[in-house]
Structure formats: structure tokens, C-alpha cells
């Protein structure tokens, strides 16, 4: 029941920042959490960041200390802040909103947006 679409993306030299921007649209009924992802090819999609609507968070291990997400469940939207970025942190990323919807009995679904390409190269 959601549509996301991700922005932010582009060409930044190694050391530079990027912020990744994320929205969603549609219905839900409750919002479980909210994540980016990223996926380099020939790789698997790996968890990059996801935050809870608690307000916990969880950072993969190589870009601890470089990267914040954070997000605000009433808009949909979603932001990944990344700085000191490394040439091994291009990839696509990937916007994803797990929601619960009373249709369902409050199954939770993954929503995900189609992507958008970070490239860290001199």
C-alpha cells in the first residue's frame, strides 16, 4: 500500500557527503521501521542503517561513526546522511519502510523504493 521513491544520489569524490532522501505515499496503519540498503554489483542487498519507530537505531559495521540516518514516521520520509564516503560504498541504495495495515492483521510488509546510485570516485 506504499509507494517510495528514493533522491540523493550521484558522483562525490572520496571524503565527500552525500544525504540520501526518502518518501513514501499510500496507506498504512503502523510504521515498524524505516531502512536503507545497498546492494554493489555482484554483491547481496545489505542493511546499511534502519531506524525504529522506538527510536533505536542500528548501523551496519563499515559505516558506523560515517553515516545518521533519521526519519519522521508521521511525513514518510527518510534521509541517510553520509560522510567520509569511500570509493567501497558505491552501490545502489535502497529506501525501505517496513508497515503494518489492519487488512492484514498487522502483518508486516516491506515497501521499497527502486533504488538510487552512489558512486564515490576521484
Known amino acids: 500500500q506504499l509507494q517510495v521513491v528514493e533522491s540523493g544520489g550521484g558522483l562525490v569524490q572520496p571524503g565527500g557527503s552525500l544525504r540520501l532522501s526518502c518518501a513514501a505515499s499510500?496507506?498504512?496503519?503502523?510504521?515498524?521501521?524505516m531502512g536503507w540498503y545497498r546492494q554493489a554489483p555482484g554483491n547481496q542487498r545489505e542493511l546499511v542503517a534502519i531506524?525504529?519507530?522506538?527510536?533505536?537505531?542500528n548501523y551496519a559495521d563499515p559505516v558506523k561513526g560515517r553515516f545518521t540516518i533519521s526519519g519522521d514516521v508521521a511525513k514518510l520520509t527518510l534521509d541517510l546522511q553520509m560522510n567520509s564516503l569511500r570509493p567501497e560504498d558505491t552501490a545502489v541504495y535502497y529506501c525501505?519502510?517496513?508497515?503494518?495495515?489492519?487488512?492484514?492483521?498487522?502483518?508486516?510488509?516491506?515497501?521499497w523504493g527502486q533504488g538510487t546510485q552512489v558512486t564515490v570516485s576521484s
Open positions: 499510500g496507506s498504512y496503519d503502523l510504521i515498524h521501521g
Open positions: 531506524i525504529y519507530t522506538a527510536g533505536i537505531t
Open positions: 525501505n519502510f517496513q508497515a503494518r495495515s489492519k487488512s492484514t492483521d498487522y502483518e508486516v510488509a516491506n515497501y
